[in-house]
């Protein structure tokens, strides 16, 4: 069996910190073969640069995949094309820098990872991710030989995330979707053995509006004017999921939701 751990949006300073102290352990206690992360705005908020890139591998995620926010800080786009265990989504035009996906050996055999961004309600709009994650995955397994391959699905809609999840079953081992920062509650398994979940949720401050300050974002809807959205302090928690697959077809054996409340870093 290999378990893979994703964790959904990494959202600033209290989210890095509290996912970069609590990975060692959570490793261990959990038996976790293989960490994945979604790092978007794991910068204030807003994108990612080369140095949290750097910490949060080191911490021991494996890939750190992004979305919509993936070039706000300046300095990752020539980063970008230096680190092959961070993906940009793959449905970016052809001669953007970086990559889309990667695989990676493991002592349990290869995994593969995909980022992909959604369309619907989303900015920039990108290439039709449907059709360019299929051809993915059907390159991955012809030429890379990996068969336990997980997709993070970056998209606003549930309706989008339940297509890609359904598109993929029985090709994938596992579709788990992000931006929304909500941790949602549909956990499963397909029949074709791919393991969904619409929204693995974020890790940042709970005491927040996905994150940010309550009182700006509050301030926000109440005025329609423009305001800056800090990213909120306090107590945090991380949010995400935990796979079970057959490392030798790749089918999902199990899916769980992963949440850890009250980690207060101040």
Not at 56 to 68: K, P
Not at 105 to 126: S, Y
Not at 138 to 148: G, I, P, S
Request: proline share 6%.
């Amino acid at each position: 069996m290999l378990r893979i751990l994703f964790l959904g949006d990494i959202v600033g300073e209290p989210g890095r910190k509290a996912v970069i102290s609590r990975i060692p352990e959570l490793r261990r206690e959990r038996e976790i073969d293989f960490v994945i992360a979604n790092g978007e705005n794991a910068a204030g908020g807003r994108g990612i640069t080369p140095k949290i890139s750097i910490d949060l591998l080191r911490a021991g995620i494996a890939v750190i995949t992004l979305g919509d926010h993936a070039w706000d800080q300046p300095e990752i786009v020539s980063y970008m094309g230096t680190e092959p265990r961070l993906l940009r989504p793959i449905n970016y035009s052809l001669g953007t820098p970086g990559q889309g996906s990667v695989v990676l050996e493991t002592t349990k055999g290869k995994v593969g990872v995909i980022n992909a961004q959604g369309r619907t309600f989303m900015q920039p709009p990108l290439d039709n991710p449907f059709l360019i994650v299929a051809e993915e995955v059907a390159r991955l397994r012809a030429e890379e030989d990996v068969t336990c391959l997980f997709v993070d699905f970056h998209a606003e809609t549930t309706s989008e995330k339940i297509a890609m999840g359904r598109a993929l079953d029985g090709q994938v081992s596992a579709v788990v979707g992000t931006h929304t920062h909500v941790q949602t509650a549909d956990e499963q398994v397909f029949p074709g053995g791919t393991a969904f979940l619409c929204d693995a949720g974020m890790c940042g401050p709970l005491v927040s509006v996905l994150g940010r300050q309550v009182e700006a974002i509050v301030e926000r809807f109440q005025t329609s004017m423009p305001r800056r959205f800090p990213v909120a302090r306090g107590p945090v928690g991380l949010r995400g999921a935990i796979i079970d697959l057959d490392e030798t077809t790749g089918k999902a054996l199990k899916i769980e939701r992963y949440a850890e409340d009250f980690i207060d870093l101040e």
